[in-house]
């Protein structure tokens, strides 16, 4: 175990990358390390649901297993449930896709990683929060503002880091069956083993359906989605602590199948007759296909001294059918990432450099039926409106030096030059600053760039549940999204009581485009456009507090407040119309609390979420009066009992039934003009009752 520890210590950086700064890294992985050798019992009775690191250069929240553990989280769309600072919603009240927000922007502005891979980009970005099982999951790492250049240009608001279960230290066995009242079934499965003194493998399982026709205010629309959906993922690691090597290599394969909007079942429920026009049927369809390496050596007879190589693709088709508008498409995309950890004169000095490379082809159609000349619909052949194919070749330099040499004091500096095939060369610089005044006091500092590719299509699936016309003439000459993040970090260890400690983190956060992809619903109620920002000052503050303690032995109290300040500018000709973001909460506070009796044998969890007015999309042009949705509390609770091998969960979401009313505008009629089923801003069902098992079988590796 030693030898193992002191290999892996030297090539830490190589899978870590950059969440953390140098400093963070070695702290971590040592706690890591140490908490191997420990009794799992030891591990989670003292590891808080969500920590606020104090090592890390970046502003970073993360939640831990035992986060995931307070409410059902059957995927990564429902594990942010406790968390204020990321914020997941429905697109529309149709597909069940959901999208995540980060420093009061949409996710797109963010970079998720899977282990430090990126992820969950472009055509799988649609329903891919949907596709992560939380039981897969040992933390998720969320860091706020500019973050390292290693893995690309694309973080604007932020990254969310993803770190899987290790087959190197996992149960053989563990189970997670969950159902509740609408009949939603769903099984998580990881099992690993050592295959050789050198080899572990993992297998993870995941499937889910859910078929039961749920229509709670007679809209005769289904709430939420029919779905079928499994996910096997295929884990090996390799560890030769004498050649100092670790490889992890990943296959994964992902098919779902989901049915909404009107069915022949839902009007068969209501008594309803199936009208004349027929029914808005939605259908999708995705299949995805990830394999990946990651491979770090290292080098011979230099200590802290490694050599990194990731290679990483994903193919990705998509076919959905929105009453008279279809989306179809398919993406390849391959990520290479080689990386030189070392340092100059001596370990307070060191640096990362390395060479990126990454392609991305799309290929996608997009059909609309509706003849809007004269304001009705057709039944003739579909059309193609849209094909929009776009191949990106993307090369990239970079390096990232890291300071320590002053008492208390980090410094990240990164910068990386790409050029892109379809928008050119694109200079990327960032900086993060840490110093901690003393062993109570740390301040952050951030500052940096970032940029993204759009894909206004998949990107804005939800408007496909509409009646608008997508005007997309100018679709070709639209430039790369780019914006500048500045922010601010400071946080305290304020001693309390009986030798323990609150954390209280305090921040600030200015996202400010130079230039930004539009999608403008307010200019017409019957259409959608997507034009450049053209420097227009579109920006959104965002400021935050978060507040973790444990009161006394058992009980944890986490809480956060956060408000947002978004502006955007609509372009008509040489008008130019400056308003709040629309759909966005102004803020969002959270309380939970948690007790856990000795031994953890019963916990007991209870959140409370507080939602601000969001200001709703004008129908008549921009000069529409105000209207802003209603702050809205929702409440969950959960009740757990543990043993040694197994743990009984039963809970509630949305316990008061906290709903939007009339989430799909004109649903009597899905085809007339005014249909939309994308202005959501709150819950779409009702309270949940559900319940699980987690079964824990044989030797943790």
């Not at 990362?352 to 039944?379: C, E, P, R």
Request: aromatic fraction near 12%.
């Amino acid at each position: 175990m030693n030898l193992r520890i002191k290999a892996g210590s030297r090539i830490l950086i190589l899978f870590s990358l950059f969440s953390w700064n140098i400093k963070a890294q070695e702290t971590n992985e040592q706690d890591s390390l140490r908490n191997i050798q420990t009794e799992e019992i030891v591990v989670s009775s003292v590891r808080s649901g969500t920590i606020l690191s104090s090592f890390s250069s970046f502003k970073t929240e993360m939640i831990t297993q035992t986060g995931l553990k307070k409410m059902a989280c059957c995927n990564l769309s429902e594990s942010f449930e406790n968390s204020a600072s990321a914020t997941v919603g429905f697109t529309d009240a149709v597909s069940g896709a959901k999208q995540i927000q980060l420093l009061g922007l949409s996710g797109i502005y963010s970079q998720t990683l899977a282990e430090n891979i990126p992820t969950l980009r472009g055509l799988a970005s649609t329903y891919g929060l949907s596709y992560i099982p939380a039981s897969w999951l040992e933390t998720i790492q969320i860091s706020k503002g500019t973050s390292s250049v290693i893995n690309g240009y694309e973080s604007i608001t932020g990254q969310i880091n993803l770190e899987f279960k290790k087959p190197n230290n996992t149960e053989s066995l563990f189970i997670n069956a969950y159902t509740d009242d609408d009949q939603h079934y769903e099984i998580n499965i990881t099992t690993a083993t050592q295959v050789a003194p050198n080899l572990w493998t993992s297998l993870l399982l995941s499937g889910m359906t859910a078929s039961e026709v749920h229509d709670e205010n007679s809209d005769n629309f289904l709430d939420m989605p029919n779905v079928k959906y499994v996910n096997v993922y295929n884990r090996w690691f390799y560890l030769n602590d004498e050649k100092g090597i670790q490889s992890r290599t990943g296959i994964k394969f992902l098919y779902e199948d989901r049915v909404a909007g009107q069915t022949a079942e839902c009007h068969k429920k209501h008594g309803v007759e199936i009208p004349p026009y027929g029914l808005f049927e939605t259908s999708i369809h995705n299949k995805n296909f990830t394999a990946y390496n990651k491979t770090g050596i290292a080098i011979a007879g230099n200590e802290g001294q490694s050599l990194g190589l990731i290679n990483s693709f994903t193919h990705h088709e998509q076919n959905s059918i929105f009453g008279r508008k279809n989306f179809s498409g398919t993406q390849n995309s391959y990520y290479l990432n080689f990386l030189l950890s070392s340092f100059i004169n001596n370990t307070s000095h060191r640096y990362m450099a390395g060479a990126s490379f990454v392609y991305d082809k799309y290929n996608t159609q997009f059909t609309d039926n509706a003849d809007f000349n004269t304001n009705t619909l057709t039944h003739s052949p579909q059309r193609p409106l849209a094909s929009i194919n776009r191949t990106e070749i993307i090369p990239g330099i970079f390096v990232e030096y890291t300071n320590m040499q002053f008492k208390n004091l980090t410094l990240v500096a990164g910068l990386r030059t790409d050029y892109n095939s379809f928008f050119g060369w694109l200079v990327t610089p960032r900086l993060n600053i840490k110093y901690d005044v003393n062993n109570f006091v740390v301040i952050r500092a951030s500052a940096g760039r970032g940029f993204r590719s759009p894909n206004i299509l998949a990107e804005n699936i939800g408007l496909m549940a509409s009646s608008r016309r997508f005007n997309i003439t100018d679709i070709n000459d639209l430039d790369i999204e780019q914006a500048w993040n500045f922010g601010g970090n400071i946080a305290f260890n304020i001693p309390i009581w009986s030798g323990k400690q609150a954390k209280l983190s305090l921040d600030y956060f200015h996202t400010r485009f130079t230039n930004q992809t539009i999608t403008d619903t307010e200019r017409n109620r019957n259409e959608v456009f997507f034009y450049n920002s053209n420097g227009t000052s579109n920006y959104a503050n965002a400021w935050q507090a978060d507040l973790a303690a444990t009161i006394f032995k058992g009980l944890d109290l986490f809480a956060a407040f956060r408000y947002n300040n978004n502006n955007i500018v609509y372009i008509d000709g040489t008008r130019l119309v400056s308003t709040d973001l629309p759909l966005v909460s102004n803020y969002r506070g959270l309380v939970n609390i948690s007790y856990a009796t000795p031994l953890r044998k019963w916990i007991f969890d209870a959140t409370a979420q507080f939602n601000g007015k969001a200001r709703l999309p004008g129908l008549n042009g921009y000069d529409s009066e105000k209207i802003y949705s209603p702050a809205f509390p929702v409440y969950f609770a959960q009740i757990t009992r543990n043993t040694k091998r197994f743990d009984i969960y039963l809970g509630a979401e949305n316990i008061f039934s906290f709903t939007q009313k009339e989430p799909i505008r004109e649903w009597v009629d899905p085809f007339a003009r005014d249909f939309d089923a994308s202005m959501i801003w709150g819950p779409v069902s009702g309270a949940r009752i559900y319940g699980g098992i987690r079964l824990r079988i044989g030797k943790l590796y």
